[in-house]
Structures are given as C-alpha cells and as structure tokens.
C-alpha cells in the first residue's frame, strides 16, 4: 500500500526522509533529486511528494510543501503568517511589492512572451517604460533578445521569479485568455484599463 | 535662357490657378498624378533653396509659403508610406474613435482579469515564508568585483614596474622570477598568513580599506598575489566583507 492511499497520521519512511531534505534545503529540490537521493522512481518521488504536501495540510503543522518553478521546497503554511511576518527583519525581504500597473504589465507580458515594449504599451494603452525597468530590477522580468526588424527592440519574458512570486510551478498553470473571457464575460468589476499608470 | 544670361535666376512659370511650380507639385501630389513615395523632399528642397537664393529678392511671404507647401508636401509623403485604414463611409470619425476604445476595453479585459488573478496568487504568497536562500551570503563573501577591476590593478603594476626600468633591462624584466608568482625567499603560506594580519590590523584601525590601498602603490606583482591570496582566505573565513560599488570601480573590504 503507499503512502497516499489511505490518509494517515504518520509519516511514510520516504516521506519522513523528504520532510528532512526539504527542512534543511535553503534551495528548492527537484522532484529527480529527490528520486534519486532516496533511490526511489520519479513518480514514486512525485507520490510521495504529494502525500507529504496533504499530510502537512491535513495535521496542522504549521508548515506546507509548495511546488514552484525549481523544484519543492518547505514553507511556513498561511495560517501562520502573522506571526511570522513579525519575525525579524529577514522574511520581509522576501517579499516584492507591486503596484495594480506592475501587475497588469506583468500579466500582458506574461501572456504575449517574448514581447516589445511598444507591444505592451499597445495593449495597455498607456506607456510602461517606467514599470518595465522596475519589473527588470526586481527580477520579474529578464530581457530575451531583440526582434529583428526596424529598431530591432528589446523583446521581454518572465522569470522563474515571477512564477514564484504569483505561486505559479509554470507558465501553462496561466489560463488562457479566452477561459478567462469565460469566467468573466460582462467584465463586471473592471475598471477602466487605461487609467494612468501608478508609481510603483 | 542660359546660365549668365541677364534673367537668369529671374525666371518663373506661371500657370493660372497656381501660384508657383512648387505650389503645382503639391497639387499633382494631392490629386495622385504624382507618387509621393518617389519624390525626393530633399532634393526638391534643395532645388527650391538654390533658385529663391537666385532670385535675391526673396519676401517673408515667399518663404513661409515655400515653409508651408514643403510641410504639405513631407505630410503628403508620409501619409502615403504609412498603412491607409479603409474608412467606414456611414460612420462618422467621432464613432470610428469609439469603436476604437471599445475594441481595445474589450481586448484588455482579459489581461485585467489575469491581473486579478495574480494579485490574488500574490496575496496567497506573500502570506508563506520559507528559509532564505544564502546566495546573497556567498556572493557577500566570495564577489572579488569584476574580473576587469582584477586586471586593472594588475595593469598598473605591470605599466608602473615597466615604465620604470631601463630599456635594455626590459627582457630581464619579463624573464624575471618575480613574475613567476610569489618569491621563494618565505614558504607560501607563511607570507599569506602574514598578510593576513596586516590586513586585519588595518582594517581594525579603520574599518574599512580599498583593494588598492591595500597594494600601497607599489608596482610589485608577487604583492599583488599574496594580497588576493590572503583576501580570498579571509572571506573564505568569514573575516571580511567585500563590496564593488559599481562595475569597474575599485573593490572595498569591510572587518566582520
């Protein structure tokens, strides 16, 4: 029987094995390296990986297992936020604050990819010089090269950076365009998109 | 007429309707007997230029109506290389530019609903903490700055020590042992270790000390060795801190 097929409170050998690796990991670990420090298959990593993540949920401990675009790694769970927000000056540097025009550049960016500058702005309607080179400072944003044609402009994509920022493990978690039409057909809610750009 | 003639540069053509050649090439633009992409502006301009120069007798109304046939004319111009958008004849320009907004709101909409998305992965993430990592520690420790400030110092040494020596005694220079590393007069340790202290004992006076004060100014390369030596032992330890204010720029240690 493995370790997901029944929920339980104690952990699996593997399990308990991967817990440690992930609680001494100041990086994060990919589901291979994992496979192959316990010998174990990749899917059976993958199991295991799992089960752990919905052990730690299901008992409480303070802790979760996410998924981002590196690999696995331990963190703190929501519920414990408060408290650990306070806790020294450390954490708060993992943190990046955006501004709703940051967010909605990212967002075109993101879907668009590789994409000008001049493409975002056409979208957006509103010059985002200013957004894009504080995106790249933060290192949400890397630059991919140029297009080739007139002015041969920058061409921009998102970086691992950003999927961990948004707690996204890849770009394909994005809905698409037109699912998010779906959802959202009347766009109720949405305020006028060319308002003028916010400081970041 | 010919060139030196009496009314050379006094000639002028007059068609009714028009008041002058340039003002009759504007027309035949606008009217399309001309391709405008394969007039030369400049050159007409030129032309133009030379015969009011001619003329001597040129009036502020000449000129601001040759100013404004040329701007008619580069307008013409450019106006035919950009991409023509066919006009809705029923619709007038006031909705044209309303349909305009309304297509790009609604090719917007998306992306703003995507923004929402994030900003709510975003909220759900900046509520979970997880260890940091200690790349930022390692280059704190390990960052020498670039490898072109590294060999600037090395330059100098190099320019200061070969401006200094005679001509004939150059050869002997480059062969000399010295630039083989570090002299055998002391074991290679010992010399680091000795540098070491030197290092710590300024830094303990002052705090802080530039990766070129510490060389002195003295173009000695094995000086240069063991000081980069001993530096890169003391971050390996953890007893200074190294920062590079800007690319290029000299590297400056700080005591832990």
């Known amino acids: ?200 | 007429m010919y060139e030196g003639s009496p009314g050379f540069g006094e000639f002028s053509a007059d068609v009714e309707g028009f008041s002058g050649p340039f003002d009759l090439l504007c027309f035949l633009v606008e009217s399309g007997a001309l391709e405008t992409a394969r007039i030369s502006v400049g050159q007409i301009v030129r032309i133009y230029g030379a015969y009011l120069a001619n003329t001597r007798h040129v009036s502020v109304e000449t000129v601001s109506e040759f100013l404004f046939l040329a701007a008619t004319l580069v307008l013409a111009k450019a106006r035919s290389l950009l991409p023509r958008r066919e006009a809705d004849p029923a619709a007038g320009e006031e909705v044209a530019d309303d349909g305009d907004v309304l297509e790009k709101i609604s090719r917007y909409r998306p992306y703003r609903i995507a923004a929402g998305r994030l900003r709510a992965g975003k909220e759900r993430q900046d509520r979970i903490f997880f260890r940091p990592s200690d790349e930022e520690e390692e280059e704190q420790f390990g960052n020498l700055g670039d490898l072109y400030a590294l060999c600037r110092q090395w330059w100098d040494i190099f320019e200061s020590r070969r401006g200094s020596l005679p001509r004939s005694s150059r050869i002997e220079f480059f062969a000399s042992e010295d630039w083989d590393g570090i002299p055998s007069a002391l074991p290679e340790e010992e010399q680091i270790e000795g540098k070491i202290s030197e290092i710590l004992a300024r830094l303990a006076g002052c705090g802080s000390i530039r990766f070129s004060q510490l060389l002195d100014g003295k173009g000695k390369a094995a000086l240069f060795v063991v000081t980069l030596l001993a530096l890169l032992e003391m971050a390996r330890m953890g007893r200074i801190r190294m920062e590079q204010e800007a690319l290029f720029h000299d590297v400056v240690f700080y005591a832990l």
């Open chain 1, 1 to 200: 029987m493995t370790s997901s097929s029944m929920p339980s409170d104690i952990l699996s050998p593997a399990g308990q094995k991967i817990q440690a690796l992930l609680f001494v990991a100041v990086s994060p670990v990919s589901q291979s390296e994992i496979a192959e420090l316990l010998s174990i298959s990749p899917s059976s990593a993958a199991e295991e990986l799992r089960s752990l993540q919905d052990f730690l949920q299901r008992t409480g401990q303070g802790l979760a297992l996410q998924k981002g675009p590196e690999g696995w790694r331990m963190t703190t769970a929501e519920e414990t936020a408060e408290v650990v927000s306070l806790f020294r000056s450390t954490v708060l540097v993992q943190k990046i604050r955006l501004s709703k025009a940051a967010v909605e550049t990212l967002a075109v960016i993101a879907y668009n990819q590789p994409v000008t500058r001049s493409d975002v702005e056409d979208i957006r309607g509103v010059r985002c010089e200013r957004v894009i080179e504080t995106l790249l400072s933060h290192g949400l944003l890397r630059i991919a090269g140029r297009r080739k044609g007139t002015g041969s402009p920058l061409l921009y994509r998102t970086t691992p950076l950003f999927l961990e920022t948004f707690g996204l493990s890849s770009i394909s978690e994005l809905p698409t365009l037109e699912e998010l039409e779906e959802l959202n057909p009347s766009g109720e809610g949405e305020s006028t998109p060319f308002s003028e750009d916010e400081n970041l």
